[in-house]
C-alpha cells in the first residue's frame, strides 16, 4: 500500500468533524483505510456504501448500485465476529441488496 496514499487518507478523515467521513471522497478514504485496518475502518466503509448506493448519480444505474452493495456486503462479511458493528452493518448491507435485487425484478 502507498504511504503517500494512506496519509492522504487519514489527512482526509482528520479533517472532518463527523463520526463518518461522507460525501465525494468517502469511498475512497474508507477503503484505502480499511485495507491498513479492517476492524477499525470496515464497517465504515460498509456504510458509505450502502450510501451510495442510494445517491442520485447512481439512480439511473441499477447495476452500479447493485456492485455498491455486493461491496458492502463483502465487507461487512469480512469483519471479524467479535467487531461490535459488524451484525448491524451485515443485516443492513444484507437488507439493503435483498431490495435492490427485488427491485430489479419488478421493473
Known amino acids: 500500500m502507498n504511504q503517500d496514499v494512506v496519509l492522504r487518507a487519514r489527512m482526509k478523515l482528520l479533517s472532518t468533524d463527523r463520526r463518518v467521513l461522507h460525501g465525494p471522497d468517502a469511498i475512497w478514504v474508507y477503503r484505502v483505510l480499511t485495507e491498513v485496518n479492517r476492524e477499525a475502518y470496515g464497517s465504515k466503509l460498509a456504510h ?8 442520485h448519480l447512481v439512480r439511473e444505474l441499477p447495476e452500479r448500485r447493485l456492485e455498491l452493495l455486493e461491496e458492502a ?24 441488496r435483498r431490495m435492490e435485487l427485488h427491485d430489479g425484478q419488478a421493473r
Open 48 to 55: 458509505v456504501l450502502m450510501e451510495a448506493s442510494r445517491s
Open 73 to 96: 456486503v463483502e465487507v461487512a462479511t469480512s469483519l471479524d465476529t467479535a467487531n461490535p458493528f459488524r451484525a448491524k452493518v451485515l443485516a443492513r448491507a444484507l437488507e439493503a
